[in-house]
T-cell receptor, first 113, second 114 residues
């Protein structure tokens, strides 16, 4: 199947700094990617839909100014957590669509200290 | 609007026993349905999916699921559990006729005991 690579897998940052997470489709082009957030022992919450060449579509309650999404090419979407705070600590997962199937990245464990 | 309900946040079975993880969905249009498995600190891996056609779908690792429109269900089963099946399982739905965002259930943690 198709491969989605997410980087980094783990990151620790200081409160107030920004962190960028990359999501790449390695062997297919993805005009649409999705970013999810997963709290401990909880399900995946869709944060936003990333559209190549246009603005991302954010779900209700997600701060677009805090979670900046850029989908500059057909194989790369980035999520930047700006001015991170401890409550932003979470597991972030991206997915990309190939045909009728979603492929997921390995996830990024963000810890803000 | 679509939604997914997974009955039972934790399921425990003995090795070799039947695995049954329940999923019910709500959708105003014909759905696409999925089961994913997640191991600790990893992304999601697709087990199986239903889009159209045969309502009994077979997936990887011996899992299968049956789409029952009358019951709005898509339960996941495996005849004989293996220790390596211990993981978190998510049922998800999206609308048919073109890919859209996935809506996930709350997840079911499967424990397998020797």
């Amino acid at each position: 199947g198709a491969v989605v690579s997410q980087h980094p897998s783990r990151v620790i940052c200081k409160s107030g700094t920004s962190v960028k997470i990359e999501c790449r489709s390695l062997d297919f082009q993805a005009t649409t990617m999705f970013w999810y957030r997963q709290f401990p022992k909880k399900s995946l919450m869709l944060m936003a839909t990333s559209n190549e060449g246009s603005k991302a579509t954010y779900e209700q309650g997600v701060e677009k100014d805090k979670f900046l999404i850029n989908h500059a090419s057909l194989t790369l979407s980035t999520l930047t957590v700006t001015s991170a705070h401890p409550e932003d600590s979470s597991f972030y997962i991206c997915s990309a669509i190939d045909g009728t199937e979603a492929f997921f990245g390995q996830g990024t464990r963000l810890t803000v200290v | 609007a679509q939604s997914v309900t997974q009955l039972g946040s934790h399921v425990s079975v003995s090795e070799g026993a039947l695995v049954l993880l329940r999923c019910n969905y709500s959708s105003s249009v014909p759905p696409y349905l999925f089961w994913y498995v997640q191991y600790p600190n990893q992304g999601l891996q697709l087990l199986l999916k239903y889009t159209t056609g045969a309502t009994l779908v077979k997936g990887i690792n011996g899992f299968e699921a049956e789409f029952k429109k009358s019951e709005t269900s898509f339960h996941l089963t495996k005849p004989s559990a293996h220790m390596s099946d211990a993981a978190e399982y998510f049922c998800a739905v999206t609308i048919s006729g073109g890919y859209n965002k996935l809506i996930f259930g709350a997840g079911t943690r499967l424990a397998v005991h020797p």
